[in-house]
């Protein structure tokens, strides 16, 4: 599935870097972010924004399997129509749990090594860049990272998930760098691979296991990156 080959860093000019599970360990924010509303959900006895993250998460999954284009919209209106409430309400709720709450917490989960990793990329003169499917620049700024380009689905000039790999293909260009001096860096192959696959870029999963078709890494003190730490 990689199409481009085992990876060479002497080539590659962009570094590009999905967030959620990419970054940080995304089982244990998703744990404590559990507890957090359940205690919510007791001390104000209610369930309905648990109601609508489960909806909104399930319908964002779907639409970024059919790559729709303007798909937040859509989104919002079929979250609000199921669970039959305003879709003011379900902006306010997915903007509150899935942006701001989790906000305190990252630094905690975020992997080790990665510090040292952008730092010596940019020593090397790679520019590095972040391309998720949610809002990244406060996620980032929770981590103590920072990027030289990013880009979410949610921008305007994107509109669409992954797989579909306009976001990597918008990155690429104000970077102004080739396909093939481009490498992203995810966690899910049916997302960030397919992605870059799309995209005729590079790809690296991580991944605690081998995924057939893909070059994986389950650290970042991985040997993969040796020449670039």
């Known amino acids: 599935m990689n199409s481009m080959g085992e990876l060479s860093w002497d080539k590659i000019k962009l570094v590009v870097f999905d967030v959620d599970g990419t970054l940080y360990g995304q089982r244990g924010l998703r744990l404590r972010m559990l507890k957090e509303m359940l205690l919510f959900a007791a001390r104000n006895r209610t369930i309905e924004f648990i109601k609508i993250l489960r909806v909104y998460r399930h319908l964002r999954e779907e639409l970024g399997e059919s790559q729709r284009e303007d798909f937040e919209r859509e989104l919002i209106a079929r979250t609000a129509k199921i669970v039959g409430c305003s879709e003011a309400l379900v902006e306010a709720t997915a903007e509150e749990w899935l942006e701001q709450r989790p906000l305190p917490h990252l630094i905690r989960y975020r992997y080790a090594g990665l510090t040292e990793l952008?730092?010596?990329?940019?020593?090397?003169?790679?520019?590095?860049?972040?391309?998720?499917?949610?809002?990244?620049?406060?996620?980032?700024?929770?981590?103590?990272?920072?990027?030289?380009?990013?880009?979410?689905?949610?921008?305007?000039?994107?509109?669409?998930?992954?797989?579909h790999p306009k976001g990597l293909q918008v990155l690429m260009a104000r970077a102004a760098v080739n396909p093939e001096e481009t490498?992203?860096?995810?966690?899910?192959?049916?997302?960030?691979?397919?992605?870059?696959?799309?995209?005729?870029?590079?790809?690296?999963?991580?991944?605690?296991?081998?995924?057939?078709?893909?070059?994986?890494?389950?650290?970042?003190?991985?040997?993969l990156f040796s020449t670039v730490i």
Request: with cysteine; aromatic share 8%.
């Open 118 to 163: 952008f730092k010596s990329l940019r020593a090397q003169g790679k520019l590095i860049g972040v391309f998720s499917d949610y809002p990244a620049q406060l996620k980032l700024k929770a981590m103590n990272l920072d990027a030289d380009f990013v880009v979410c689905a949610t921008d305007k000039d994107i509109g669409v998930l992954k797989p």
């Open 183 to 223: 490498v992203l860096i995810g966690d899910r192959a049916e997302r960030d691979g397919l992605a870059a696959q799309a995209a005729n870029t590079h790809a690296l999963i991580l991944s605690r296991k081998a995924l057939e078709g893909w070059q994986t890494f389950d650290r970042y003190d991985d040997p």
